[in-house]
Nanobody, 123 residues
Framework: QVRLAESGGGSVHAGGSLTLSCVAS????????MGWFRQAPGGSRNGIAR????????WYAPAVEGRFTVTIDNSKNTVYLHMSNLDPSDTAMYSC????????????????WGKGTMVTVAS
């Protein structure tokens, strides 16, 4: 069973930075692939980043690539999302994600999400 708890959301001005944290209670297998999703007001939930725990290999959605960085600290069972140069379009509910059983670390294979933490970027 995987349980996720995000924190670190808040309000920032455009151009600012913010780091989100996700404390995860996951299986050894699930630790091999962790991700971040976001859902803008009125929009759908989209995957924006993922990381392979064992190797540190990462993937980012085009909308955030170059501005966001996902890292993981296995000793603390925590995955982070470092966000910089934030834009109002980044305003969304951010949630971390895991896979019950990892077969391949692809953004479309996640099946478990946390409650999320809200990030609001003002102009």
């Amino acid at each position: 069973q995987v349980r996720l708890a995000e924190s670190g959301g808040g309000s920032v001005h455009a151009g600012g930075s913010l780091t989100l944290s996700c404390v995860a209670s996951y299986t050894t297998d699930s630790r091999n692939c962790m991700g971040w999703f976001r859902q803008a007001p009125g929009g759908s939930r989209n995957g924006i980043a993922r990381i392979t725990g064992s190797t540190g290999d990462t993937w980012y959605a085009p909308a955030v690539e170059g501005r966001f960085t996902v890292t993981i600290d296995n000793s603390k069972n925590t995955v982070y999302l470092h966000m910089s140069n934030l834009d109002p379009s980044d305003t969304a509910m951010y949630s971390c994600a895991a896979q019950s059983k990892v077969k391949e670390c692809r953004i479309n294979l996640f099946d478990t999400w946390g409650k999320g933490t809200m990030v609001t970027v003002a102009s």
